[in-house]
Structure formats: C-alpha cells, structure tokens
C-alpha cells in the first residue's frame, strides 16, 4: 500500500493532534538524505545512556563483547536528526511532530511487522552508530526467527553541551523525540494496518516513554504498539511504575494503555547504569533494578544479568538477550 501525501518522499507529520500550530503535509517528511529504492519508488525506514560505539560521556566504561555489523550507507530509519540544538530547541522550521523518513525501502515494507531500534545518548550519526545500531539489531533478530521488517529511530543524542557532558540537555532531547515517534507510529499502524515493535536501548527508554504518553494522551491510540522491549533502560527504577510517589514522575499508565505488552531486560551488574546514571540522576535505573513500586498489568520485569555481558551487548549477535525479548513476542 503506497502512503499518502506528496509524491517525493519528504517529511511526514500525519495525524498530528489538532492543536499542532503549523500546517504540515499530511504524513510526514520524506527526503533529507533519502535515497530512492530500485523501482524508484521511495525510500524509507527505522532505532544508550552512551553510544553503543563507546563513544565519550562514559569515562572507560565503553567498550561491549559483541562486535556490530556495519550496515549499509541507505539503512532504512526514521529521523529527527538535526531538529534540535544543543540546548534543546527546536530549530530547522520543526515542529514537536516532525520526523523524517529516510533509506531504501524493504518490498515488504507495509505489509509486515515492523521493528524499530531505539537508540540512546551519543549515539552519533557522523560515524554510523545509529544506523550500525539498527542493523544489528535486525540481523540478531532474524538470527532468532523475526520475519517482519526492521529499521532505526534515530535521534539527536550527540547535542547538548550542559556541564554534565550534556546528559541533561541529551535527557530533554530524549523527551522532545517521544511526540515525534508517537506521531510516525499512528501514522504507520493507521496507514498500513500492520504492527509495530519498539526496542529502546538505555536513554532510548525515556524517548519511549514520552512517546507512550503522547500515544495517550494526543492521539488516544489504545495498543498503538504491539510491545515495547526495553533494554538496559536509562530511565528511573520507579518511571515505569504506576504509582512513583509524591515527588517522581510514573509512566505506568501509558504503558497500560498504549502499548500491548511491555518486557523490562535489566542487568543488575550493569556497569554503566552504576556508575554513571547514578551519578548523573541519585537513582536506580529501571535497566539495572528493575521497576520499583506498582507495575503496570501489562509490564514484566527479566532480569538478564547472566546472559548480557556489558551495557553494549543487549541487542548483539550471540552475546545479548535478543533470543528472550523475542520468546516473550
């Protein structure tokens, strides 16, 4: 099924909730770095509290077991990258809706499950982490019997430049993504009538989380998506709760309502969510603890600690838990 809207593929912002305040094409934005599959048709496609490269904000706790795939130049991914900038901001004539589509489409593209890779802070695109990211996630994937579709959402989670090598910019940045996940999402599933997965890789977590609200909240899209993986989640112990207290933010209830199923893969030995979230944030994160207070009815919590060596390896060949996120499918 070809998606509606303008016959280049450019950006796409369909079903943007109505208080949006930019008229936008209906469906999004396809072009910037696109490029064009061989019926010539269009191209499109899908995506760590520290670049699964091991790049900077991490100190010497950088480097996984498992080595990635280089995936190819035209990797199929959905982008924000380069609406933001270091503070934040929105720049570039973005909106709190826009996205784009880029690489070469899948033929099977709208017909199959879709998965996307969420990737997570200093994940750079300059050298290919977010696409690399992506693609190793789709090869570990179909190592363990996934049929369907895979791409990456790639994100600006290289800005920031706050004194604390900017995690808290990177943090707000991460937030700002969830409408714009949120909005490909309802377009995808409405347009094609297919399901879609995410798994979100460390701070990838919190753009999902925001993205589960946004599905709630702007769209009312009641099982949006068809589950969400979460892995080495950089996001509060208690964030995926349903109730965080008095003082703390809970998400539990947008799990609940958007998404079909949602499966915590934490590692309680996880260095960098020791060492380094902690040190940033004063808490636990849920990608080492576990949720802590009330979960959501349909939330489960794996721990993975025998199985996933590093923060780096959760979703790489022969070292990650990839084979458990998908026997929970």
Known sequence: ???????????RTAGRPAETDQEETAGGRFGRRSFLRRSAV???SCGT?????????AGGLTDGEGEKAAAPS???RVSTRDHFDSDGNLINGETAYSYDVEGSLPDS???ETLTLLIHGFK????DDDDIDSGYECQLALEANGYTGDTAVFTWDADKGDSLDLGWADGKTIAEKNGRKLANFTQWYTNTYGVDIRWIAHSLGARVVLFALQSLTEDYDQANAVESVSLLGAAVEEDDVSTDAGWFDSEYGQYIEYAAEQCDNFYDDGDEV????????EFEDAAGEKGCDGPEPANYTDHDVGDIVPTHY??????VGCIPQVVEKW
């Open 273 to 280: 969510l020791e060492w380094i979230y902690e040190t940033r």
């Open 49 to 57: 509290l520290v670049g699964a490269s091991g790049t900077a904000a």
């Open 123 to 126: 994940s750079s695109d300059e």
């Open 42 to 44: 269009a191209a499109v």
């Open 109 to 111: 593209w709208g017909e």
């Open 313 to 318: 390896d959760y979703y790489i060949r022969d």
């Open 1 to 11: 099924m070809a998606p509606t809207g303008p016959s280049q593929w450019g950006n």
């Open 74 to 76: 035209d990797y199929q």
